[in-house]
């Protein structure tokens, strides 16, 4: 099967990567105000936006955001959300082209995009757009294999993913992260973050991943099937949860 485009590969699902994608905890605005000085004059420039789950933290905190989206189904929905708060401006463009003016940014902010991006390039634009003394903060909300049905559920993922093994943002483990900063430092925040769902909201959750076969598709039938059969054994009183470790690897880098 060839290889999905990564800028279009989510423009088929947006409308369940809106519902059923975790959201990111609230603790992380004054996990970043209190310790990292973050302060509400800050301008905050989203790269990789998506649907806007990540503007919408900093926006609700009454943060000037200017979010940028390659992909126009995600860039569109993030408007039709969003749009009518004036503390945001959305730019059609990407991490290694982002067409901000040199040196206006404050903090770049990455949710769930990093593993998406080409690091040498974007570095190199990230640098250009901060302004001096400006951070990094690259944001995951990674889902956890603990309990046995966590275990199951990566199991089915790995079992039915198209390129699951190759595009899972796990691949880009923290050294990988430590070099793209240097020599600037990095530092390391986990909060903790959950869903609870019903069969629907956890069928949704699943297709709502670029790497899972989509409706209509030919695995599709086979890969509901066996997520209908692992609900049905673990879930407690019609719920089932998945839980997640919020990541925040928050850096500068050396001018």
Do not use: C
Not at 28 to 43: A, C, N, V
Not at 185 to 206: A, C, S, T, Y
């Amino acid at each position: 099967m060839a290889a999905i485009n990564n800028t279009t590969r989510f423009s088929d699902r947006v409308e369940d990567y809106v519902k059923y994608r975790p959201h990111y905890p609230k603790a992380i605005i004054p996990l970043l105000q209190e310790k990292y000085g973050l302060t509400s004059d800050k301008h905050i420039a989203d790269v990789g936006a998506g649907t806007g789950i990540s503007s919408s933290l900093f926006l609700d905190a009454g943060y000037r955001v200017t979010a940028i989206e390659p992909n126009k189904e995600m860039r569109e929905k993030a408007l039709a959300l969003l749009g009518k708060n004036q503390k945001l401006d959305m730019i059609d463009g990407a991490a290694e082209h982002t067409t901000i003016v040199a040196h206006t940014i404050d903090v770049i902010v990455a949710g769930q995009a990093f593993h998406w991006f080409d690091r040498e390039k974007a570095k190199i634009e990230f640098k250009r757009i901060l302004r001096k003394g400006g951070k990094v903060v690259l944001l995951w909300n990674e889902r956890l294999t603990a309990s046995p049905f966590e275990e199951a559920y990566d199991r089915l993922i790995i079992k039915h993913g198209v390129d699951y093994v190759q595009v899972d943002h796990r691949n880009i483990d923290e050294n990988k992260i430590r070099n793209f900063f240097e020599p600037g430092e990095v530092l390391l925040e986990i909060l903790p973050n959950w869903q609870i769902f019903d069969f629907d909201g956890l069928k949704g959750r699943l297709l709502s991943s670029s790497y899972i076969p989509t409706y209509g598709s030919a695995g599709y039938p086979a890969m509901i099937a066996d997520l209908k059969r692992l609900f049905d054994q673990y879930q407690q009183e019609g719920k089932i949860r998945i839980n997640y470790e919020t990541k925040l690897f928050i850096g500068a880098f050396q001018h």
